[in-house]
């Protein structure tokens, strides 16, 4: 069953910590996108991926990191620098930059 | 940089009515992209537009791009309570310069039954 699949469904942090959260896909896509969603708003692009082992910085890549070390994979790390992380973070791929996006089921982020 | 808009924000309409939702990009895009996301879920994506002009239908959906490809716009008939949910557009711009898809800011349609 293809698809792209994000874990946890909610990741609690605490002040100071850096949390991963998770975007695998089998979809063979070459490209990857990392957006955050908060309540009522658009979607804002973190970081995006389109080939293995590049990346680059969205529209509010500061306090984020990612890696893209397998084509499936493309992790997204909210570091301590990133103030107000509490927000829906969406993982999205697809086979080139014109074509339609897929996304995840999100993963929601809270602090504690 | 490109942008892209898109107008209302919020549409409440009763149900049985007319909805539109219009989005407006700065550059020339090569295609139009429209996607839902219901509450509480994730984007979806619903139908990509190339040709200039061009009109596609879904059921009670009506998908429009326009002559310059500039302007895209969604049109519901008879709106039922399963049309509720935020509906983005995304466009790419014709520019090489321009390496991604450019979602708009959405607009939110509720339905009262």
């Known amino acids: 069953d293809g698809g792209i699949t994000q874990s946890p469904k909610y990741l609690f942090r605490k002040e100071g910590q850096n949390v991963t959260l998770s975007c695998e896909q089998n979809l063979n896509h070459d490209a990857m996108y990392w957006y955050r969603q908060d309540p009522g708003q658009g979607l804002r692009l973190i970081y995006y991926s389109q080939i293995v082992n590049d990346f680059q910085k969205g529209d509010i890549a500061e306090g984020y990191s990612v890696s893209r070390e397998k084509k499936e994979s493309f992790p997204l790390t909210v570091t301590s620098a990133q103030k107000n992380p509490t927000a829906f973070y969406l993982c999205?791929?697809?086979?080139?930059?014109?074509?339609?996006?897929?996304f995840g089921p999100g993963t929601r982020l809270l602090v504690l | 940089g490109q942008q892209v808009m898109q107008i209302p924000q919020y549409q409440h309409v009763q149900e049985g009515e007319d909805f539109t939702t219009y989005c407006n990009s700065s550059?020339?895009?090569?295609?139009i992209q429209w996607y839902k996301q219901r509450p509480g879920g994730h984007p979806v994506f619903l139908i990509q537009l190339v040709k200039s002009g061009e009109v596609k239908k879904q059921k009670r959906l009506t998908f429009q791009f326009g002559e310059a490809k500039k302007n895209s716009s969604l049109h519901i008939t008879a709106t039922q309570t399963t049309d509720v949910g935020t509906y983005f557009c995304a466009g790419a711009s014709v520019k090489t310069s321009y390496d991604k898809v450019i979602f708009g800011p959405g607009t939110s349609l509720s339905v009262i039954p």
């Open positions: 999205a791929s697809n086979s080139g930059v014109r074509e339609t996006q897929y």
């Open positions: 550059t020339t895009l090569s295609n």
